[in-house]
């Protein structure tokens, strides 16, 4: 197992070679989350090992050679290591599948089965695993997240149902509950989430600003947080499970009502879709192809006074930086979030 300072120094030189080598780089700082123990959330695969006929858990290996079955995980908290062996100790009947797990801050456990559709077909007739699953979590089904209820004794499919299945936190580190769906997005764990967002309040705090956009906001992580510490955000998603989970949200704590205004826009289709950037400034987590075409929206005139830029992959961090010089931004800053130790992937907040 690499040590700490070993695997940052690799994805600090990663970031570097991507930014080029005469691109003066700020130093990094770094926040302290150490190497296990942070997740709470975990994405594996239930298949058939050919071999031995045993249904196995677990993830795909880095060489694509196959499937390597987890008993345990030191990256996993213990309350979610403690699920996962619950839940691998009965397979469903099924080939092959995708399943997210995760624990809530209260302790309660929950699980997204992504089947397909004969699979689940086939679950729902003989509803044995189903019963099990749901007398453990709170079970969803399929890509549109519909929770699993029972009635008269029979499994049926409902509407999403929000739940306090994440947290984040304002600049004195109150917890700040974000409610969503099992298979919806979420950073990793708490903990890891807590040092992501202390790197953002301070950045938001040094650039003086007291207005936000928060592009690609999906639950509102940074939006809860700079509204419970007395920022006004404008905070903007395209998916529509995640625009009605920060709704709920916001509908359960009047407190940051009046901070936040909600909308729903795909920020990659709508051509001269108003962003109002006078006198505030820009917070992007943005999916790993970077911000793409919105950066040209920077060219007509109007600019957001400061851009706080969340990213785990360096590759569109470095482009979307090396384009933001184009438009008189300079990178003043930068963190490094490690919350995917024993990977290539590193958490970046630059300003």
Known sequence: MACDASQKAEKFNALRAALGADFAVPNVVWAPLGLTR???????????????????????????????????????????????????????????????????????????????????????????????????????????????????????LMDPEFYPWFVSFDEQGRSIPIYGVVGGFSQVGFRANQALVSEVHKVCRQSGIENWMDLFCGSGNFSLALAASGYHVRALENDPLSVQALQTTLDLNSALQEKIAVERCDLYQSKGYSLDVDNLGWIVDPPRSGLRQLIDSLSGGAKPQAIVYVSCFSSSFAEDTHRLLTYGYQLESLAG???????????WVGL
């Not at 979030?337 to 958490?347: A, G, L």
């Open 38 to 156: 942070l997740r709470d959330r975990v994405d594996l695969t239930w298949q058939k090992n050919l071999s031995t006929g045993a249904m196995e858990v677990g993830l795909y290996r880095a060489d694509g050679s196959g499937l390597l079955g987890l008993n345990a995980c030191p990256m996993m908290s213990e309350p979610l290591e403690n699920w996962f062996k619950e839940f691998r100790s009965q397979a469903p009947p099924i080939q092959k599948g995708s399943v997210r797990l995760r624990v809530a801050p209260d302790g309660q456990k929950g699980v997204w089965l992504d089947f397909a559709n004969v699979d689940v077909k086939n679950l729902f007739d003989s509803p044995e695993y189903l019963k099990w699953l749901s007398e453990l979590a709170r079970v969803e089904i399929g890509q549109r997240r519909k929770a699993l209820n029972w009635k008269d004794g029979a499994p049926k």
């Open 337 to 347: 979030v490690d919350q995917f130790p024993h990977s290539s992937h590193c958490e």
